[in-house]
């Protein structure tokens, strides 16, 4: 995956973009990475197409599978949230789903939002979910209502 650029972003947003990349380009296994807000939009994408940037201004919207993933990830989010209070059973901190042909984890960040991954079925689970955990630990304290605003509009710009 080539960098995207980030013209005109926060050091913020673009370090969340380099984060998000590490994590796609150094972790064996990661097909795709998602931010999700609690609304259930895509802030970040690992997809090269729909990473904020102005030469993906021409393109119709989200297609394949970052706005897929963007979607499984909210619809879990929703999911576990609900089984989790009707079982008394406090927050969601991660979720994963195995499959015969590879594995999707959901891990909160902060204020709802969520971290979303595709990954091999031969991936190894446990250091998908420390690498996850590095990436919600330095995102979460940084993921704030502007932020997340201003990763909104970029999404809906480069749209």
């Known amino acids: 995956m080539t960098a995207p650029s980030t013209f005109g972003l926060s050091t913020e947003a673009r370090n969340l973009h380099w984060l998000l990349s590490n994590l796609v380009e150094e972790v064996p296994g990661v097909r795709s990475v998602t931010v999700v807000s609690s609304d259930g939009l895509m802030l970040l994408s690992s997809d090269p197409g729909h990473l904020v940037s102005p030469s993906t201004s021409g ?21 576990t949230l609900g089984a989790a209070q009707l079982m008394d059973g406090g927050g969601v901190k ?62 809906e710009s480069a749209q």
């Open 59 to 79: 393109q119709d919207g989200p297609r394949g599978s970052s706005a897929d993933l963007a979607t499984i990830v909210s619809g879990l989010g929703s999911l």
């Open 94 to 155: 991660q979720t994963m789903v195995a499959m015969d042909e590879g594995s999707v984890f959901v891990m909160s960040i902060s204020d709802g939002s969520l971290l979303g991954v595709h990954a091999t079925p031969d991936c190894d689970m446990s250091v998908i979910a420390y690498h996850m955990a590095l990436f919600v630990g330095r995102a979460g304290h940084v993921l704030t209502p502007e932020l997340r605003s201003e990763l909104r509009k970029s999404m």
